[in-house]
């Protein structure tokens, strides 16, 4: 399932457009799906910064709009995400969650957080984001960038194997940043960990 909100680096084309079966726009990520040509098939927010003209358009197209006020609890892409779990997906592909305010950025990685049941990746052209809550293995490429922050207070007996700097049963706590900026050394890497939660940034190629 794809959902586009209105930050930065939002890049992707048509064809990956259309691999979506069911695509979300989140208030000014309706101007995505103009650029492409792709009407979604839901559109949802306080539509507090999409076009006007861009909402009467995809009303007359016969998208689904689901307009909120403006004076809510949650983020427009909260609601999204609520209105892409109705559908039970397999995983949410989310693009152009962050951008200029550092507040909603912050906040979307809460909502990975939040929904943790969920298969939730924040995507934009370089990176992708998702919460990791038990040990994995992952394919990658020598030189990929991968990142790791504790999304609880300690992930326990944290090992990072196949990475430039590699790390063995460590106790990673949330104040602790020196996992940023690893490098994958191999086509295969792995996480390790005996509890606890991790954001993890993977460099796209």
Known sequence: MLLIAGGDSVNIGVEECNKYALKIAVDAGAEVFKKLGIVPDILV??????DHETLEFFRKK??????????????????AILEALKANPVEIHVYGS????????????????????????????????????????????????WSFLAACDV??????????????SYDLHFHE?????????????????????L????ERR
């Open 98 to 145: 962050w951008g200029s305010r550092p507040d909603q950025t912050l906040a979307a990685y809460r909502l990975l957080k939040r929904y943790s049941d969920h298969s939730i990746l924040l995507m934009n052209r370089d990176w992708e984001v998702f919460l990791l809550a038990s040990s994995s293995s992952f394919n990658a490429f020598p030189g990929q960038i």
């Open 62 to 79: 016969g998208c689904l709009v689901c307009e909120y006020s403006r004076e809510k609890d949650e983020l427009d892409l909260e609601l």
């Open 177 to 197: 940043t020196f996992t940023l900026s690893n490098e994958a050394m191999n086509n295969k890497v792995e996480v390790i960990f005996e509890s606890g939660e």
């Open 45 to 50: 927010g306080d539509m507090d910064s999409i």
């Open 199 to 202: 954001f993890v940034f993977k």
């Open 155 to 168: 992930v326990r007996g944290l090992s990072l194997k196949g990475f430039k700097y590699p790390l063995n």
